[in-house]
């Protein structure tokens, strides 16, 4: 499986930015899909998860009720709409899955990053 993010850019503050993340490869292995940032000088932290179905959304308490995380089962996507912006959420976002694959020859629980992409909230 292999990730690939896009829509990152400079957007003012209470602006709004909508992420996309292209899954490829064995898609169908995929369990479910997340979006983390790690902003400087931060730890890397969950922002929102989504099922592989896209029947259950967990969020970071910090972006509830402005970000909202969707997919698309048949392309394979998932994105995050990202409202009411601050520059609190200035970082690198990232796409991450879990998936099953096999591993000489045994299932095991794997998972891929994207390359990230970069959201910066002006003042």
């Known amino acids: 499986v292999q990730l690939v993010e896009s829509g990152g850019d400079l957007v003012e503050a209470g602006g709004s930015l909508r992420l996309s993340c292209a899954a490829s490869?064995?898609?169908?292995?995929?369990?479910?899909m997340a979006w983390y940032r790690q902003a400087p000088g931060k730890q890397r932290e969950v922002v929102a998860s989504i099922t592989s179905a896209g029947d259950r959304t967990t969020y970071a308490d910090s972006v509830k009720d402005r970000f909202t995380i969707s997919s698309d089962v048949p392309k394979s996507t998932i994105s995050l709409q990202m409202n009411s912006l601050t520059p609190e959420d200035t970082a690198v976002y990232y796409c991450?899955?879990?998936?099953?694959?096999?591993?000489?020859?045994?299932?095991?629980?794997?998972?891929?990053w994207g390359q990230g992409t970069l959201v910066t909230v002006s003042s």
């Open positions: 991450h899955a879990e998936y099953l694959g096999v591993v000489d020859g045994r299932d095991r629980y794997l998972d891929v």
């Open positions: 490869g064995s898609t169908f292995s995929i369990l479910d």
